[in-house]
């Protein structure tokens, strides 16, 4: 079973507009983290944000923030004001686990976001 | 802070040779780094955990003896992709855990390695 879902695989959005992309998750382990990476065109992977999943509240990282709904085991990534700059390719990711040296990250298939002028 | 550098960013090399590419963390220790790979369009694929001092960790499906990572110290992992073939082209990215003071236990990934066999 995938454990990490992002159903879309392209969105258009106009810039200054504010974008959600999806991320759904499974686990069964009641410690988990959660990630959103994106990834321009020249291949570097850059983190964005983290939502653990005791955190009581959503986490926010200048325009990122994270829609953490636990009981729907959702963990959107909410860009407000794009920019033309946003435009690449976004994962979101998930470490089972409290964290350590071991813990894998998996990967869901990625979003690509093209910000219109 | 959290800097992860690769080398080389991009290889071309011929089919039957062996590539090394190197993953460094620049400004913290790091016990352990992970490779992974990543075909165009798709997404990113965990090859191995390295672990300083000892031996690596694969997944299922990989096989060791064709891609050996080495992580000698504290900063510096090793990927060699020996007797490289066509398919094994492909995008390399490594990356390291660092539990820097609030940061929640992120990986920071590498610029990526661009592996082309001919």
């Known amino acids: 079973a995938q454990k990490i879902t992002q159903t879309q695989p392209g969105m258009f959005v106009q810039e200054k507009e504010a974008v959600t992309l999806d991320c759904t998750y499974d686990?069964?382990?009641?410690?988990?983290?959660l990630f959103w990476y994106k990834q321009p065109s020249s291949g570097e992977m850059i983190f964005l944000i983290y939502?653990?999943?005791?955190?009581?509240q959503n986490a926010t990282e200048g325009r990122y923030s994270l829609n953490f709904q636990k009981a729907r085991k959702s963990a959107n990534l909410v860009i407000s004001a794009s920019q033309l700059g946003d435009s690449a390719m976004y994962f979101c990711a998930m470490r089972e686990g409290r964290g350590g040296a071991t813990n894998k990250l998996i990967f869901g298939t990625g979003t690509l976001l093209a910000v219109q002028p | 802070g959290a800097v992860v550098s690769q080398h080389p960013s991009w290889v071309i090399c011929k089919s039957g040779t062996s590539v090394k590419i190197e993953c460094r963390s620049l400004?913290?220790?790091?016990?352990?780094m992970f490779w992974y790979r990543q075909f165009p369009k798709q997404s990113l694929m965990l090859m191995a955990t390295s672990n300083e001092g000892s031996k690596a960790t694969y997944e299922q499906g990989v096989e060791k003896d064709k891609f050996l990572i080495n992580h000698a110290s504290l900063t510096l992992s090793t990927l060699t992709v020996t007797s490289a073939h066509p398919e094994d082209s492909s995008f390399y990215i490594c990356?390291?855990?660092?539990?820097?003071?609030?940061?929640?236990?992120?990986?920071?990934f590498g610029p990526g390695t661009r592996l082309t066999v001919l």
């Open positions: 939502q653990g999943s005791y955190d009581q």
């Open positions: 686990t069964s382990d009641p410690s988990y983290g």
């Open positions: 990356s390291a855990r660092t539990p820097l003071k609030g940061r929640k236990d992120t990986q920071y």
């Open positions: 400004d913290f220790q790091a016990t352990t």
